[in-house]
């Protein structure tokens, strides 16, 4: 079913949504309103394990507002209330008796802009660990190499891991930012819109990071950049005014669309 809105034809959230594999976390129905603005309408959305699932669309679509609902982050915001559905296994992770410090260890978090602690390079990685464990210092140790490792920055702060890791360039500050997070060992990665404020090159490296993370974790991606949802996404949905228009293998997204929309906004004919 489709739906006019302001002159567009605006297909519904589909509810036949399938994935190859196994099913990380399952999104139902979800409405989301910030007082009395309605941000999503009906979204349902699988997340595939061990994949990378890319959410593109113009700005203000709910790309974001719905990444947010993963790991509860919207709670923060007095204002939004939402109904429907979001599972992981067999937790539901929209119930009001969520554990979420659990959930928030489960579901990591990086933002658009590296945000680095005001701390050492060592102390920015080891702080969620410190928080949730207690570790000696040799399993600490271990634990910080490690991370800086599976965030492709070990080579080059190893020997500077006493600097403060606002003393880095942009992209070695949002790879550590990506250590931190992997350190506490999270089953799902959140990442919106990571390489917006890169370059190039920088953007590059968090890319090919991106592959070489959903070996161990759940990726799912904001992006504005269509070409980089095409190159490091399995799946991509297409949102636009708070609905999901289109879900699918990403191949099938940028190749052959079902719906005009996407095939309008994909080829740069929207608008």
Known sequence: MSEEIGGELVPNSTRELDIDGEIDVMIEDLDLWYSSNQALHGVSLPIAKNRVTALIGPSGCGKSTLLRTINRMNDLIPICRYEGKITKGDVVITDKGADLVELRKSIGMVFQRP?????????????????????????????????????????????????????????????????????????????????????????????????????????????????????????????????????????????????????????????
């Not at 399993?139 to 080059?156: F, G, P, T």
């Open 115 to 271: 945000n680095p602690f005001p701390k050492s390079i060592y102390d920015n990685v080891a702080y969620g660990v410190r928080l949730h464990h207690q570790p000696t210092r040799e399993e600490l140790d271990r634990i910080v190499e490690k991370s800086l490792n599976r965030a492709a920055i070990w080579n080059e702060v190893a020997d500077r891991l006493h600097d403060l890791g606002t003393s880095l360039s942009g992209g070695q500050q949002q790879r550590l930012c990506i250590a931190r997070t992997i350190a506490i060992e999270p089953d799902i990665i959140l990442m919106d819109e990571p390489c917006s404020a890169l370059d190039p090159i920088a953007t590059a490296a968090i890319e090919e990071l991106i592959l070489e993370l959903k070996k161990d974790f759940t990726v799912v991606i904001v992006t504005h950049s269509m070409s980089q949802a095409a190159r490091v996404s399995d799946y991509t949905g297409f949102m636009y005014l708070g609905r999901m228009v289109e879900f699918n293998k990403t191949e099938k997204i940028f190749s052959e669309p079902d719906q005009e929309l996407t095939k309008r906004y994909i080829t740069g004919r929207f608008g």
